[in-house]
């Protein structure tokens, strides 16, 4: 059964919002609810309080601004796909995550911070070279993707924070997304993929679902563009994976496919 929710707040703005976060820093932030629900339905989350950021305007914005491109962190798979304006890779990405149902609800900012090592969007953020920024009452911060996602459901946030949103600096090269499931929709990764390669210049090979949080491969990506053959590139990746057997799929499977999605994108280009 549900835990009962003595307490619902509802920031209509951004101050607001962070003003809320600071005075409740137990309350369960909830912006599309699509994660946050399962858990509670299934008991594994019993909140007393509830910080609903669904309709908090400020939080729900994309623009390009100096030096790359800024999705608040209240944007929709949806709104991602409807806008027209963002990064290919990404909108590869939100278009895979659930169906429409769930896209219309499921935020970035919710993907980001559920951390789940499957998150669609995770290996994105990486091979772009994001950067988060979060905010408390006392300031905001930037980090770096990268350095985002500390451990198994860990990310560095404190509590009396909120993430904001997402910026991609402008970056150039070959990219590919790629996410392998039981189905087309519905359905949890057992691998996904994102690449982005500029020959002899800078390449990125970052997955999802193979090791407790989203990696890079950063010895293939060293050879790679040092012009290594695709093989060897290939077998840098399966060793640098970390994949477990889970209800999913099996470790030796998802290394497999790793190497699979690398070797054919690389083999088209
Ligand atoms: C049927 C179904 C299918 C799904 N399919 C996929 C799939 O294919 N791919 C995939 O990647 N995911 C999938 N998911 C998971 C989920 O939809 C996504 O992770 C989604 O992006 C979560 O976004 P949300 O806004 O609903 O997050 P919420 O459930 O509202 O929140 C998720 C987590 O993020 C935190 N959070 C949210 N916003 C903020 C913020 N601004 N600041 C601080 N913390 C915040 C919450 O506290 C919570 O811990 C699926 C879920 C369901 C129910």
Known sequence: MSAPVTAL????TLNDALKMRAEQPGATVMAGGTDVM????????????????WGCSGLRWQQSITGGQFHGAGLTCTDVLRSGQSHPLLEAAAATVGAVQIQNRATLGGNI???SPAGDTLPVWLALKA?????SVRGRRRIPAASFWQGYKKIDLRPDELFLGILIPPLFGHTHFRKV??????????????GRYNPGVDACLAFGA??????RCLKAETALVAGA????VVQLVREEIAPIDDIRSTAVYRRQVAG???????TSL
Not at 9 to 12: G, K
Not at 41 to 47: M, R
Not at 131 to 135: D, L, P
Not at 229 to 232: F, L, Q, S, T
Request: aromatic residues 8%.
């Open 9 to 12: 707040f509802r920031p209509r």
């Open 38 to 53: 399962v858990y509670i339905e299934s008991g594994t989350l019993k909140p007393t309080a509830i910080l609903d950021l």
């Open 113 to 115: 911070c559920n951390a």
């Open 131 to 135: 950067e988060f920024e979060v905010a």
């Open 181 to 194: 499931g039981t189905r087309l929709a519905q359905s949890i990764s057992k691998v996904v993929f994102a």
């Open 210 to 215: 193979v090791g407790p949080t989203p990696m």
């Open 229 to 232: 053959a695709v093989d060897d």
């Open 260 to 266: 699979n999605i690398v070797r054919r994108w690389l």
